[in-house]
């Protein structure tokens, strides 16, 4: 069903994404198709990040993400209701850098601050959300839609408590996450990101982190609901396939300078080589036997430009 808050989708993305170069060898590589413009990145040899410098390779994985959602074949399902979204912003704790991203902690023992419905047959409870991002505008979203990238994509982490005692146990097991994902494009302002990226320059190098909150993250959703939902991992180590994915449809609009935010803190603690924080995010992955469902009518959105 579509509502006076959905929107068609954008153009305002690339086709190809620079990747960390040694994961080529190791995993499945990208399906992901090339124009004239994106080729320039094809050229070029990123670092490994340290992250990636463990295991990461998964032989046996028959469910990886992100993935390339290709429009028209997702899956409209009637089934599909509305996310049911309650976030208790009194349970967030601290925002921090990671070293491959920054991301703001909730309390996992606040009961009822989650979501449920959707695809989902439990309450997943918030346990964290987070950014991927690019060092240009034409690429950094981890997931992309007819091989279009966006700058940047959010993740909101949620582990079922339903099933499981504690996120820990949640990373490992069948159905034990689920994840939202929001793309981010070029626009006006985002009133509530910039409560986050105000307080970046205090979170600049590896390690650091500062308190944060009350802070509610249902601020920072789209106003449509509609989504695409897969079953999928963990797209930093220790990848495991328990991941139910909600990626939102329409994306949320930021300012340039927020983006610049981002891409002004470091991988790197203090006094080590300074190395900008961007480019974090995952190759492509195969789709494999895996249907994308859509809460929406597919063929309703067939005149978007
Ligand atoms: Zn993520």
Not at 41 to 68: D, F
Not at 95 to 117: C, H, M, P, R
């Amino acid at each position: 069903m579509l509502g006076s808050r959905c929107w068609k989708a954008s153009g305002l993305s690339a086709l190809v994404k620079q990747v960390w170069g040694p994961l080529q060898g190791s995993l499945p590589q990208p399906q992901r198709q090339c124009s004239q413009h994106s080729c320039t990145q094809r050229g070029k040899t990123p670092a490994l990040h340290p992250l990636w410098t463990g295991p990461v390779s998964v032989p046996e994985g028959t469910r990886q993400s992100p993935i390339n959602i290709q429009w028209r074949d997702s899956i409209y399902d009637p089934q599909l209701g509305p996310l049911r979204v309650s976030y208790d912003a009194a349970s967030c704790l601290y925002i921090w850098n990671t070293g491959y991203l920054f991301q703001v902690e909730f309390d996992e023992t606040a009961k009822g601050s989650g979501i449920s419905g959707g695809p989902l047959e439990n309450h997943y409870r918030l346990k964290q959300f987070h950014f991927h991002w690019g060092a240009a505008d034409e690429w950094g979203s981890e997931h992309t839609v007819d091989g279009r990238a966006h700058p940047a994509e959010l993740h909101l982490v949620h582990w079922n408590s339903v099933k499981y005692q504690s996120y820990k146990d949640a990373v490992m097991g069948e159905n034990g996450l689920a994840v939202i994902g929001v793309f981010l494009k070029l626009g006006a302002p985002h009133e509530t990101l910039q409560e986050l990226v105000d307080v970046l320059p205090e979170i600049k190098h590896k390690d650091t982190r500062v308190a944060l909150g009350p802070f509610d993250p249902s601020r920072l959703l789209p106003a449509c609901q509609d989504y695409w939902t897969y079953g999928g991992s963990l797209t930093t180590p220790p990848l495991t396939e328990s991941v139910t994915w909600i990626i939102q449809k329409q994306p949320i609009e930021v300012a340039q300078s927020q983006l610049s935010a981002f891409r002004a803190l470091l991988f790197s603690a203090p006094g080590e080589e300074e190395k900008l924080m961007v480019d974090n995010y995952r190759l492509l992955q195969p789709l494999m036997d895996r249907k994308v469902r859509a809460s929406f009518r597919v063929a309703a959105e067939g005149t978007r430009s």
